[in-house]
C-alpha cells in the first residue's frame, strides 16, 4: 500500500501570508510616526529654549540710597537742576563709572527718574567719614552700615533742586549682567561668570 502524502489543514497562500508577516517588524502603537515626529520637533525645541537660555543676559542692580543736595555751584552752561548724592556698596565699586543708568525714586512717594551717573565720587567711604563729609542726617545715614560709593546723579531740568532739597531717595544701579541659567541654584558655578 502506497502511502498518500500528508495533507496539510492549511492552505498554501495562508502558509506563505502568515511567514511574510512574522518576518516584518512590527512598531508599537506609541512610537507611531506622528508620536514619533511629535517627540523630535519638542527634543528640538527643548534644546533651542536651553540654547536660548545659555546665550540671554539678564540686568544686576545694585541698590544704595542717597539725599539730594540742597545747594549747588552753578554754571553759565547749566541750569540749575537737582543733584543726588547716592551711596552704594563698596563691593560695588569696581564697576561703577559715570554714564550707567540709574533709576531714582525720590521718597518713597515721589517720582521715579532714570537717568545716569554723572560722576563717581573717588575712594570707598566709611559710614562715620560719609555722615561726617556730606553732613547727612540720620534718615541717610542709618542706612549706610558699611563702607560706600559716593556717586551723583543729575535728575534733570524736571526736578527743582529748591523743592525737594534734603529729600532721601533709593536708588538702583545697573552694575552688570548675568546669564539666565546662572539664577538657577546650582548651576552658578557650572556658569563662568
Known sequence: ???????????????????????????????????????????????????????????????????????????????????????????????????LPIQVQISSTGPTLTSKIDKVEPGILSPGAARARYALDSSVSQNLTGPVVAVSVRLGPGVSYQAYAGSVVSAQVQVGSRRVLSLFPGLDRWMGD
Open 1 to 99: 500500500m502506497t502511502q498518500k502524502p500528508a495533507r496539510s489543514i492549511f492552505r498554501d497562500e495562508a502558509i506563505k501570508s502568515y511567514r511574510e508577516k512574522q518576518e516584518k517588524a512590527v512598531l508599537p502603537h506609541l512610537v507611531a510616526p506622528p508620536v514619533f515626529l511629535f517627540l523630535w520637533i519638542l527634543l528640538g525645541l527643548l534644546l533651542t529654549a536651553g540654547l536660548l537660555a545659555w546665550m540671554a543676559q539678564v540686568p544686576t542692580y545694585q541698590a544704595g540710597d542717597g539725599i539730594i543736595l540742597g545747594q549747588q555751584p552753578v554754571s553759565a552752561s547749566r541750569q540749575r537742576e537737582a543733584v543726588a548724592l547716592i551711596f552704594l556698596p563698596a563691593t560695588s565699586a569696581p564697576k561703577l563709572r559715570a554714564g
